[in-house]
């Protein structure tokens, strides 16, 4: 099937992504099918798919969706823990992180907010730290900075759009008044 793809489009490369519900017992077979990606279910061990393939494909899930039932501090643990599990990305061959499967429409759009933001907050985390598993990210006055930074932004993101100005461009007016 996947010989039968185009694989660009107007002289634009078109990655393709392969995804199976339960096959993680094809993984091997799947990363030797051409495909740029192989997606996988929330059932499927990373770590182990991630040893199966080795560089030859990038990998893309597999948060088990059903942690976005659960409160916040477990969605972002679950977060960094899937995140830890793939490791440091290879030159060429990374992870895109996704649920492993499909969305509850229980799950509350905040949920998804707090996944999203927690997935930007640890993945700007040096490798080296991300693989520490006593590395708490939580102590670092940084990322305490940074996730009130990007609190900041959000919170005030719709205000400033209704009068054409973005949080920066505020900062700077904020900082020119000031010396006024």
């Known amino acids: 099937m996947l010989a039968r793809l185009h694989k660009t489009q107007h002289?634009?490369?078109?990655?393709?992504?392969?995804?199976?519900r339960g096959g993680a017992q094809w993984l091997s077979p799947?990363?030797?099918?051409?495909?740029?990606?192989?997606?996988?279910?929330?059932?499927?061990?990373?770590?182990l798919a991630r040893q199966l393939v080795g560089n030859c494909v990038a990998l893309q899930g597999n948060l088990d969706p059903a942690v976005l039932l659960a409160d916040e501090a477990s969605i972002r643990r679950e977060v960094r823990r899937?995140?830890?599990?793939?490791?440091?990305?290879?030159?060429?061959?990374?992870?895109?992180?996704?649920?492993?499967?499909?969305?509850?429409?229980?799950?509350?759009?905040?949920?998804?907010a707090v996944l999203v933001d927690a997935v930007h907050h640890y993945s700007r985390v040096a490798e080296v730290c991300m693989l520490d598993p006593t590395f708490d990210f939580d102590k670092m006055l940084c990322f305490s900075?940074?996730?009130?930074a990007n609190a900041m932004v959000r919170d005030y993101a719709e205000p400033l759009k209704r009068r054409g100005v973005t949080y920066p461009q505020l900062l700077v007016m904020a900082g020119l008044w000031g010396q006024g």
């Open 11 to 20: 002289g634009v490369r078109i990655p393709s992504i392969v995804h199976t």
């Open 30 to 47: 799947l990363a030797d099918s051409g495909a740029d990606a192989l997606g996988l279910d929330w059932t499927c061990d990373l770590a």
């Open 82 to 112: 899937t995140l830890q599990t793939f490791g440091p990305p290879a030159a060429g061959f990374g992870h895109v992180f996704n649920l492993g499967q499909g969305i509850s429409p229980a799950t509350s759009p905040e949920a998804v």
């Open 145 to 148: 900075l940074y996730s009130t």
